[in-house]
């Protein structure tokens, strides 16, 4: 998508974990938009999931034309909270921005696991509560290995995933 010399990107921020409606509802009135996605795991009722987030959560990307243009339609666009300005001006993104983004998000690295082996990873719940220990391997889908250090040895335990936190 090539930007025209008139055409510039502007910063949007929107309400609260409402980036997708506003880029939908902006689509819908014409606006070309982009709200950067990323692949992440996370952590859901003891499983590890893929979910689809926000690059920048709480804010997207959408192209103007000039200034002269009414903001109106924008500010009361459903998702979005305000047009980011600097002293009540707004301000268009650098040149190149855009496209660095989509480069750096098409080059991206493999999605990195919750845990790795030899990670240090803390239990937050369970009889070993607040105990620091050693994340060894999954041990299916909602549960892990670790090696927790009890009387100067090493114990391998199989515990819920939800119990575990990075330390780092």
């Known amino acids: 998508m090539s930007q025209t010399a008139s055409e510039k990107w502007y910063l949007i921020q929107c309400k609260p974990r ?18 950067p996605m990323q692949q992440v795991e996370r952590l859901r009722h003891g499983k590890t999931v893929m979910v689809c987030e926000p690059l920048f959560p709480g804010y997207l990307f959408v192209q103007l034309g000039a200034l002269t243009a009414s903001w109106a339609p924008i500010r009361s666009t459903r998702g979005v909270l305000r047009l980011v300005t600097f002293a009540n001006q707004a301000v268009p993104l650098a040149t190149g921005l855009i496209e660095g983004v989509r480069t750096r998000l098409a080059r991206a690295t493999p999605i990195k696991p919750l845990f790795s082996h030899g990670q240090k990873v803390l239990l937050t719940e369970g009889p070993f509560r607040d105990l620091d220990a050693i994340f060894s391997s999954m041990d299916g889908e909602e549960r892990a290995i670790i090696l927790l250090k009890i009387m100067q040895r090493e114990h ?5 995933m939800k119990a575990l936190q990075s330390t780092a």
């Open 156 to 160: 391998r335990l199989s515990v819920p």
């Open 18 to 35: 409402q980036e997708v409606r506003a880029a939908e509802n902006l689509r819908n009135q014409s606006y070309t938009c982009y709200l």
